[in-house]
């Protein structure tokens, strides 16, 4: 049985849970125990990868006053950051994060087969799948760097992630991976006036991100809006150095 399964803790939890589920959609268990056999060396690999640094200057003071904002009130679900990491590895309901549900609970009704195969499988043994109607909010190494945010990619910047009011409703991007806004940590983007339906030129039209379509909204994840434009100016600057 595979370390990988069942031992460790923090980021490596990802990796597990996305390393078991590659071997749900395979023909035999025969299968599934020779590609588990090879997990712990793939998720050491993986826990070897260090985020990318921020490559602009960084006003330290700033950055640092953002830390103890986040701290207050990003690490419970997020974790910690810096010589001591950690990380909480929680289950956020869709209904309390309030982001779009379509992916949490629109793949339930194919669900069934798989959990039993898991179950009842040599994973079983040790462990159990049970699927969740939400969430499990990811550790935020080089955060910075992975624009669009979100789960479904509506929301083009950080700015716009800590302050829903700079949420765009119908927006585009160049998809040049240079074209990138290091006051809002995120996309340059242009705001349109219409959604993908009212676009009859296909071209532009796939190119249009619509919130308003199923499973691309952009509401929930307000976690930021109570703060003051300092506050969230200075939780970005810490953001940076992650």
């Known amino acids: 049985k595979s370390s990988m399964l069942y031992n460790g ?4 939890d990802h990796a597990r849970i996305m390393m078991t589920a590659s071997t749900l959609c395979i023909d035999s268990v025969e299968e599934a125990q020779k590609i588990d056999a090879t997990m712990p060396d793939l998720r050491a690999y993986i826990l070897s990868i260090e985020a990318p640094k921020y490559p602009w200057d960084i006003e330290a003071p700033v950055a640092q006053e953002g830390e ?11 974790g910690t950051y810096g010589e001591e990491e950690t990380y909480p590895n929680i289950y956020i309901s869709a209904l309390e994060v309030g ?5 949490a609970t629109g793949a339930s009704q194919f669900a069934t087969r798989f959990v039993d195969w898991f179950n009842d499988s040599f994973y079983g043994e040790t462990s159990r799948l049970e699927p969740k109607d939400g969430y499990v909010p990811p550790p935020l190494d080089g955060i910075w760097a992975t624009p669009p945010f979100l789960h479904n990619g509506s929301v083009p910047t950080l700015e716009a992630l800590l ?14 991976s240079y074209d990138y806004d290091q006051t809002t940590l995120g996309w340059n983007f242009e705001e349109v006036d219409h959604g993908q339906d009212a676009e009859p030129n296909p071209e532009i039209r796939r190119l249009i991100y619509d919130t308003t379509l199923y499973g691309y909204g952009n509401k929930g994840h307000t976690y930021g809006d109570h703060l003051s434009d300092a506050e969230r100016l200075a939780l970005l600057e810490y953001l940076k150095t992650l």
Do not use: E
Request: aromatic share 12%; hydrophobic share 25%; proline share 6%.
């Open 68 to 78: 103890a904002i986040f701290n207050n009130n990003c690490s419970g679900c997020h």
């Open 99 to 103: 982001t779009d549900p379509a992916l």
């Open 9 to 12: 803790a923090g980021r490596g």
């Open 163 to 176: 302050d829903s009011s700079k949420r765009p409703t119908y927006w585009q991007r160049s998809f040049n």
